[in-house]
């Protein structure tokens, strides 16, 4: 079982910078796979990014490549995604999941573990 929280969402203007976090708890997290996800009103929800806790390993959606970046803080248990260039179709419930796979998953129905989201609101 692993458990996720997230946070840092907020109503932002475009062009701005956010970084929101994902701490992880729960037994043996860092041999899951972690992604953040991302659902606007009235669309399904989307892959983002997602890495190993190795941070060897990396995925990005073409949408974000070049302007949002993954890390890790092994000591505070937890995985950040940092938000440049922020568009107003960046808005969404962004959330962060956990999966024990092979890779990197980037479908929303590999991933087991979910956060409860934290809203992110690009004005233009």
């Known amino acids: 079982q692993v458990q996720l929280v997230e946070s840092g969402g907020e109503l932002v203007q475009a062009g701005d910078s956010l970084r929101l976090s994902c701490a992880a708890s729960g037994r043996d997290f860092r041999t899951y796979k972690m992604g953040w996800f991302r659902q606007a009103p009235g669309k399904e929800r989307e892959f983002v990014a997602a890495?190993?806790?190795?941070?060897?390993?990396?995925a990005y959606a073409d949408s974000v490549k070049g302007r949002f970046t993954l890390s890790i803080d092994n000591a505070k248990n937890t995985v950040y995604l940092q938000m440049n260039s922020l568009k107003p179709e960046d808005t969404a419930v962004y959330y962060c999941?956990?999966?024990?796979?092979?890779?990197?998953?980037?479908?929303?129905?590999?991933?087991?573990?979910w956060g409860q989201g934290t809203q992110v609101t690009v004005s233009s």
């Open positions: 890495m190993a806790w190795s941070g060897v390993s990396t």
């Open positions: 999941a956990a999966v024990r796979a092979f890779g990197i998953p980037t479908m929303t129905s590999a991933y087991a573990y």
